[in-house]
């Protein structure tokens, strides 16, 4: 991770590839020239709080000294020596363990914080013009390292191959390994190998619930959800500081085609693929495209796309949250408004914001969502809505499925959030944009007050803590659970609740907190 003060502000880039190959063949942290430092010197530096180092080996001295004239042109401060100065170190073509063999041994060694980073991290930071935030994908891990507080032996502790026995805050100390997964489960999606990808979303939310890093394969051993698959990952990681399955997919074109697809709002992965397999490449080719047909949902996605897209800040989440609130209230001054989604577990940032209402007042919770729209509409600040009634049914049993939309009353909405709303004043945009307002996307949800606590603990996620919440339910206590209701099929009765404490005591279960859930 970057020191506070080199994380922030830097926009995200896009994947590029480095089209050198390897040369030359030795290391070197030569004395510099004079003139190097004359060059150093009249050039301005821009960005105070990072320091380069390049290694010269593979690349040969003429290619690292292009590419610290092209660093330093670009308002980069690049020292000649490796130093306690120096925040990020850049290789190219080196393997992970002859690289960190060679830091070790120097004079003056990287301190704990310098980013040791593969040639990609410069390559896009120069074409950004900026140091751009570093990635996992960008770091080349140090294969030997040792932590001083290990990860407990199975026979000290067992880490449970259910989520919701574990508890898993945003501090995740094995992101190289759970991003590599991620990846390898997104692509599975693709590819339509639900199983294969389920398989790689349980390895990284076991991954993400430990305590400390691994320090090397062996910590994999007695480990639930870790296969063969996930388990060769892990190794290619440690021997060589990056995936090549992961480094393969991320350069694959159907890969990046479908991930730019189905980044608009409103397109799944089947319509992603259905453009693919037309010859579609690019956002603008599928606007372009008399034969392709868009739903209103789809027409909004590309209508907003560059907002709705940007992430969306915890102050902007709680303007919009006072916005409803006020809108609700103005109607149903006992009805409550409730943050729920990645928020409510505490992230800073999310792609939409997701708010449960409810009355008191059983059977109000349909009208209550059509009139909040209305509302909205009449301000003038309604961009899209869909709205769904209810088809919930108090008699109908827990569903099995877990990808399936639960039945309360909600709507799916892109509303126009000003900057005047937002307690900072500040918006998400770009530094040039006059709008004063950006798109954010709104989904509400409106259950009845007797089934509030099981919505609520449903749409507070994470998406793998309530699958194997459900799974727990069904498999350790027979019972069965959803957004609507819990029913023990010992006793064919269904479970009352009040909050999410009521739900976890049913199923015999320690409460997790919200901000413990992010599995």
């Not at 105070?48 to 001295?61: D, K, N, S």
């Not at 060769?232 to 990056?242: L, N």
């Not at 001054?333 to 577990?345: D, E, H, I, K, Y």
């Amino acid at each position: 991770m970057w020191a506070a003060g080199r994380r922030c502000g830097y926009p995200k880039v896009s994947r590029t590839s480095d089209s050198q190959g390897p040369m030359a063949w030795s290391w070197s942290t030569k004395r510099p020239r004079p003139e190097d430092f004359d060059v150093q010197r009249h050039q301005e530096v821009k960005f105070a709080m990072v320091t380069l180092f390049i290694v010269e080996r593979r690349m040969g001295r003429s290619r690292r000294s292009f590419l610290t004239s092209l660093a330093r042109s670009k308002g980069f401060s690049v020292d000649d020596v490796l130093s306690t100065k120096v925040t990020h170190v850049i290789s190219e073509g080196n393997q992970a363990s002859e690289l960190w063999t060679w830091l070790r041994a120097q004079t003056a060694p990287p301190v704990a914080d310098t980013e040791v980073l593969d040639i990609s991290w410069f390559t896009e930071s120069m074409r950004a013009g900026w140091p751009v935030v570093v990635e996992s994908r960008h770091r080349i891990q140090d294969p030997s390292s040792q932590l001083q507080v290990g990860l407990p032996s199975t026979s000290e502790s067992t880490v449970s191959q259910y989520a919701c026995q574990r508890r898993t805050t945003l501090d995740n100390p094995n992101k190289i390994f759970t991003d590599a997964f991620e990846v390898l489960a997104e692509n599975s999606d693709f590819c339509d190998s639900k199983g294969q990808a389920l398989a790689y979303k349980r390895a990284a939310s076991v991954l993400k619930s430990l305590p400390v890093a691994l320090r090397c394969l062996g910590d994999t051993e007695g480990l639930p959800c870790l296969g063969e698959q996930t388990r060769a990952v892990v190794e290619d990681i440690f021997q060589y500081g990056r995936s090549s399955k992961v480094e393969t997919i991320l350069s694959d074109e159907k890969f990046q085609t479908m991930k730019l697809f189905t980044s608009v709002f409103g397109v799944g992965p089947k319509t992603a693929e259905k453009w693919y397999l037309r010859g579609l490449r690019t956002l603008e080719e599928i606007i372009s495209e008399p034969h392709v047909h868009l739903n209103r949902m789809q027409q909004a996605g590309f209508l907003y796309y560059a907002d709705i897209t940007r992430p969306v800040s915890k102050a902007e989440a709680h303007a919009v949250g006072r916005i409803v609130k006020e809108t609700v209230q103005e109607m149903s001054p006992n009805a409550s408004v409730v943050l729920t989604g990645g928020f409510r577990r505490g992230k800073e940032f999310g792609h939409d914001v997701d708010y449960i209402l409810t009355t008191p007042e059983m059977g109000t919770e349909e009208g209550l969502l059509l009139r909040v729209i209305d509302r909205l509409n009449y301000q003038g600040i309604l961009l899209y809505t869909e709205f769904q009634g209810s088809t919930f049914d108090e008699n109908r049993m827990p569903c099995r499925r877990f990808e399936a939309m639960d039945h309360f009353p909600k709507c799916f909405l892109i509303i126009q959030l000003h900057a005047a709303a937002v307690q900072d004043g500040t918006l998400s945009c770009d530094p040039g944009d006059r709008r004063g307002w950006r798109a954010v996307r709104l989904d509400l949800v409106a259950p009845p007050a007797d089934r509030f606590a099981f919505a609520l603990l449903g749409w507070s996620g994470s998406t793998q803590f309530e699958r194997d919440l459900r799974r727990f339910a069904r498999l350790e206590r027979g019972m069965l659970l959803d957004n609507h209701a819990l029913y023990d099929k010992s006793k064919d009765a269904f479970l009352p609740a009040k909050t999410e404490e009521d739900i976890f005591g049913h199923l015999g279960l320690e409460y997790i907190e919200p901000w413990q859930r992010n599995a």
